[in-house]
Nanobody, 124 residues
């Protein structure tokens, strides 16, 4: 059974930083792309960042480019999302997702496995 477990969310002031982690069990982590998505209240789930299996390819949503960094540690089966210069509009539940292939993608349909989500709240 594949499981994704996120951690690292919390409450932070605008301009601050948080690092989210997501650990995968139940499949060969290094073979697959990983992604981060988020969902704010009353809004659709949106793409945040993705990283390919070898970490050479990374894509970001325009709204987070230059502020967020996605990385992975294949030895620890973990993907990270470093979030800097946080803004109140970054407030959302953040989900990590395990891809169907090696290739980074922003499309939710290309992800089979999802974590339970972790709340990030940025106060102004």
């Amino acid at each position: 059974q594949v499981q994704l477990v996120e951690s690292g969310g919390g409450l932070v002031q605008a301009g601050g930083s948080l690092r989210l982690s997501c650990t995968t069990s139940g499949r060969t982590f290094s073979n697959y792309a990983m992604g981060w998505f988020r969902q704010a209240p009353r809004k659709e789930r949106q793409f945040v960042a993705t990283i390919g299996w070898s970490a050479n390819i990374r894509y970001y949503a325009e709204s987070v480019k230059g502020r967020f960094t996605i990385s992975r540690d294949n030895a620890r089966n973990t993907v990270y999302l470093q979030m800097d210069s946080l803004k109140p509009e970054d407030t959302a539940v953040y989900y990590c997702a395990g891809g169907n292939s090696r290739y980074a993608t922003s499309q939710p349909k290309e992800y089979t496995y999802w974590g339970q989500g972790t709340q990030v709240t940025v106060s102004s």
